[in-house]
């Protein structure tokens, strides 16, 4: 047996995504048992855990028996309220895995920091394990990192982005960086994000919407066509994408008194059996064009979110005179 | 079909005003024969009565001309005119133009003096050119040309004298003096006379200076916008002049000249009544009691006939059955011939024709009457004097006890009853008689011209597209339209038809043609055809159809103006077309193309799709009510047309029944 220390207790509670410390956990108990030869069923601990008050009920139980044999006992209460509170905030606020992985070991480490104190009487270490076991953990925490990184490539690195994009005011303006069109913020939720970051990277302007999984690019494409051109090639691209079940496109003079050219459409997709629409606003200038592609999964919300910010687009008033 | 569409007045009736007077200087009415060649040729280095030589460019101006691209300027544009005690109107004209280039001296090197022979006489004073360093030449006067300036179908007594000035090249000046005399009491109508001091090239002086002997009353005179300044500067004596008239500036889609235009107008006293009244005792005392007159009408009436039935018999009588032909010699000019000497020889002008209209119409029991009608006028306000000078044709007007008052054109052979030709809409009018005290506009429709396309096309499986169509014109379109095929045999008329179809859709397919309702002026002109288009492969491949709406584009694109520096009159046009389009039952249809709502001052284009599995319907209308552009407008108004109208592609899209799963 060889103890690896509570880094690597860290780094296989985090890499597994929090699914090491139920092995930790069960192990506790385990060691317990065989230690005061009580009578304890480890996997039910273990599973326990998995239930923010169960979780206070187990860690504070385990750390209570352990406590009677300290020289100096430590408190017992803190790091399973903490482990509890975690789990219950990482429920309650859909936190993104991420969150959750980096976060719940942290009271496991703390108990078993304490533990490692209290060595002599309660030689507990999870995190040492035998030469053939060490090679399968660190196996089996290499794919979970990388199954992890997988997942947090998937869909939590956009929800944490969302989070921390800043929220723009209601019916507040963006303006174009060549001060060509701006755009009104509808209403209250809609974050401005990095393009560069999310989408095909190709947009001028990002936003997430207030609704999860719903965004919103706007484009200048460069030597852009008719108007005609650009909504058969964006319909295309979507048509790409999925099924088109149904659209609805209107054309009119945007705003302003160049009488330029918008089209809004909504189009309704089946992308691999579910539903997502599109609202795509385009608009084109004597020597610009400007598109607006919002999507997200089909509903009238989501619908009514993205027509609301494209009706908030116009075209900023050119000072040359037009003949 | 952009001409069709619009399709202006060509013949204002020409019969009731003299010359055009932007160009020529105004035309004069007056007495007794013409004089032709009582020219006296100037002698080289002889006198210079009136003064010319004094009238020179200096070379700074000289150069801003000719950087402004002008060939020639006039120097000096003068009208001396004097009203006798005796009724004798003498209106000496004086010309000089200076050439500032020699391709001006090409291009404008002819002047002409035009003359009412059955009305006045012209002697031409002086004749010459002059040279840079002052040297005179003479004009051969067995080479002055005099010629008849006629339209066809207008028998006049207008001619132009045409000078062959020798030796023009830049920095020479032709001079041309002329000396009318008329007599008033020859004419029926108060004197009066209208100057328009810009024109083709700049101006260096215009003068208008008018006398007149003690007795005469003191003449009226307004002036319409530019620079001209009158002053009575001595007893019985008014000057108007300006100095450096520019150019006029011209554009190509131009109703009003005479309004667009600053104008000086020179009246003896008179008023809009006198002048109704005047020519309504000209016209009344056409129409005569005569049994031919009651024949004709008695043909005309039906039993049970209603008043607007009796309308419609009478004026497809004088409009279908009395040619148009102008008869303006002298007083002819304003003067109708006898109703039954119409009706007799079968051919007219406005007022003839009217004329007779108001005879036949009043004996089946119409009220009608007849109305003096500028053509080239909308706005009122610009008729500061009373005078004759400013209407050019005439029409008749009646007044049904059913509806409103009803004014028709006997002239307009290809206008339905009930309708006044497109060139006569919103135009300024005189009532003659009905006490009217003051010219009044005519009605402008809303919309002015109409085209309907009614499309059937079946896309068969293999792509191929079979269509059948019809366009039909009304109203203004239809003047236009038919005003163009009357006159052509039936072949001629297909191969307009055939030409119409292939620069509309293309050369592609071959269509079949015809065309109908030609012939009647109270039905719509339609053009039917019948095409196939090449096959764009199984449709079951494609996932959608994209066609352009190619007719409701050309015909809306012709209110299009090229206009930079006048307003622009838009005769209100509208453009409907339904198209319906069958598809292969392989496929069902389920995405509809874009719906349209381009709305501006000027007008709209909306688009509307009904789209059911089989069938897709697409109605498309595109209106722009009569309205006038302004110049600050222009360009907006053209890029209305030309980005509404280049959103017009039609377009739907289907699935192949076996994946929709229906």
New interface residues.
């Given amino acids: 047996m060889e103890s690896q220390g509570l880094p690597i207790l860290y780094l296989l509670g985090a890499a597994s995504g929090g699914l090491y410390l139920l092995v930790w956990i069960g192990r506790a108990a385990r060691a317990l048992r065989l230690a005061d030869e009580t009578p304890r069923r480890p996997l039910a601990w273990a599973l326990g855990s998995l239930a923010p008050p169960i979780a206070f009920g187990v860690l504070h139980e385990l750390s209570r028996r352990v406590q009677p044999r300290a020289a100096a006992p430590a408190g017992v209460r803190l790091p399973a309220l903490l482990y509890a509170v975690i789990e219950a905030s990482l429920f309650a606020s859909h936190a993104p895995w991420l969150v959750g992985a980096l976060l719940r070991p942290i009271p496991v480490l703390w108990i078993q920091a304490s533990w490692k104190r209290q060595a002599g009487v309660f030689p507990f270490d999870a995190a040492t394990v035998r030469p053939l076991g060490r090679i399968a953990a660190i196996l089996a925490s290499a794919l979970g990192a990388a199954l992890l990184a997988g997942a947090v490539w998937r869909s939590d690195l956009p929800r944490m982005r969302r989070s921390l994009a800043p929220e723009l005011a209601a019916q507040s303006f963006l303006d174009a960086p060549d001060g060509s069109f701006r755009l009104r913020i509808p209403g209250s939720g809609w974050r401005l994000a990095d393009p560069r970051t999310i989408g095909d990277g190709r947009a001028i302007l990002a936003l997430h919407a207030p609704r999860p999984a719903v965004e919103a690019f706007v484009y200048q494409p460069p030597g852009a066509g008719?108007?005609?051109d650009l909504?058969?090639a964006r319909r295309r691209r979507i048509?790409s994408a999925g099924?088109?079940?149904?659209?609805?496109?209107?054309?009119?003079?945007a705003d302003g008194?160049?009488?330029?050219?918008l089209?809004l459409?909504v189009y309704r997709c089946d992308v691999l059996g579910t539903a997502v629409v599109y609202v795509v606003l385009t608009s084109r200038s004597d020597d610009a064009a400007v598109e607006l592609v919002g999507y997200g999964p089909a509903g009238s919300s989501v619908e009514e979110d993205l027509v609301s910010l494209a009706q908030g687009f116009a075209w900023l008033p050119t000072t040359r005179?037009?003949? | 079909m952009r001409t069709s569409l619009r399709s202006r007045n060509a013949r204002a009736c020409a019969a009731l005003l003299a010359v055009a007077p932007l160009l020529a200087g105004g035309a004069r009415p007056g007495a007794a024969r013409p004089v032709w060649r009582s020219v006296e040729p100037a002698r080289a280095g002889g006198a210079d009565p009136a003064g010319e030589a004094r009238l020179t460019l200096d070379a700074d101006r000289m150069r801003l001309l000719e950087e402004e691209g002008h060939g020639y300027t006039d120097l000096l544009r003068e009208h001396t005119i004097h009203l006798g005690a005796d009724g004798t109107v003498v209106d000496r004209v004086t010309q000089m133009r200076l050439f500032l280039t020699d391709e001006g001296a090409r291009n404008g090197g002819i002047l002409g003096l035009p003359v009412r022979t059955a009305l006045e006489r012209l002697r031409l004073e002086r004749v010459e050119v002059r040279q840079e360093d002052g040297s005179r030449i003479g004009v051969d006067p067995a080479r002055i040309q005099v010629s008849t300036n006629v339209a066809p179908g207008v028998f006049s007594d207008v001619a132009v004298v045409t000078v062959p000035f020798p030796a023009l090249r830049r920095g020479a000046t032709a001079i041309v003096v002329g000396r009318y005399e008329s007599q008033r009491s020859a004419f029926p109508l108060t004197w009066s006379d209208l100057f328009y001091p810009e024109r083709d090239a700049p101006t260096e002086r215009f003068s208008v200076v008018v006398t007149w002997d003690e007795g005469v009353p003191d003449p009226r005179f307004s002036v319409s916008a530019g620079g001209v300044v009158c002053s009575t500067d001595g007893p019985r004596r008014l000057r108007c002049e300006q100095d450096r008239v520019p150019a006029a500036r011209t554009d190509p889609d131009i109703t009003n000249w005479t309004e667009l235009t600053p104008e000086l107008a020179v009246a003896l006293p008179s008023s809009w009544e006198e002048l109704s009244r005047q020519e309504l005792a000209l016209v009344e005392s056409a129409i005569r009691e005569d049994p031919r007159l009651d024949d004709v009408a008695a043909r005309l009436v039906e039993p049970g006939s209603t008043p607007r039935e009796l309308l419609g018999r009478v004026h497809r009588f004088v409009a279908d059955e009395v040619r148009y032909v102008a008869f303006e010699h002298g007083v002819g000019a304003v003067a109708p011939r006898p109703a039954v000497a119409t009706l007799s020889s079968g051919y007219g002008d406005c007022k003839d024709k009217v004329t007779l209209f108001l005879a036949l119409a009043r004996k089946v029991g119409l009220d009608a009457w007849p109305v003096l009608v500028a053509s080239d006028r909308f706005l009122v306000s610009r008729l500061s004097v009373a005078s004759w000078r400013y209407f050019d044709h005439m029409i008749a007007c009646v007044s049904l006890p059913d509806a409103d008052t009803v004014c028709v054109d006997p002239t307009a052979h290809d206008v339905a009853t009930g309708r006044l030709p497109e060139w006569l809409h919103g135009r300024v009018a005189l009532d003659l008689g009905r006490g009217a005290t003051a010219p009044r506009r005519l009605d402008a429709p809303t919309i002015a011209r109409h085209v309907e396309i009614e499309s059937e096309r079946e896309i068969a499986c293999d792509g191929r597209m079979q269509e059948s169509l019809a366009v039909s014109f009304a109203e203004g379109v239809a003047e236009g339209v038919r005003a163009r095929l009357r006159p052509l045999a039936a072949d001629e008329r297909r191969r307009w038809a055939l030409d119409v179809f292939r620069s509309t859709v293309g050369e592609t397919p071959v269509p079949t043609v015809e065309l109908g309702g030609v012939d009647d002026a109270e039905v719509p002109v339609v053009l039917r055809a019948k095409a196939t288009y090449a096959g764009t492969g199984d449709v079951e491949r494609e996932?959608g159809w994209a066609d352009p709406d190619s007719w409701l584009v050309r015909f809306a694109n012709a209110l299009a103006t090229q206009n930079?520096f006048h307003p622009y009159w838009i005769s209100g046009l509208e453009v409907q077309s339904h198209l319906r389009y069958r598809i292969c039952p392989r496929v069902s249809l389920?995405?509809?193309?874009?719906?349209?709502?381009?709305?501006?001052p000027w007008g709209k284009l909306v688009r509307t799709y009904q789209i059911d599995p089989q069938e897709v319907r697409v109605e498309t209308t595109f209106s722009a009510p009569t309205a006038v552009v302004g110049v600050d407008e222009?360009?907006?108004f053209?890029?209305?047309l030309r980005?509404?109208l280049?959103?017009t592609?039609i377009?739907f899209?289907w699935m192949p029944l076996r994946?929709s799963g229906t």
């Fill in positions: 008719s108007l005609d909504v058969d048509q099924r088109l079940m149904a659209v609805r496109e209107e054309r009119r003079f008194p160049e009488l330029r050219p089209s459409a005179t037009e003949r | 996932s930079r389920t995405l509809p193309g874009a719906e349209l709502n381009f709305e501006a222009l360009g907006a053209s890029r209305f980005t509404s280049g959103q592609r377009w899209g994946r």
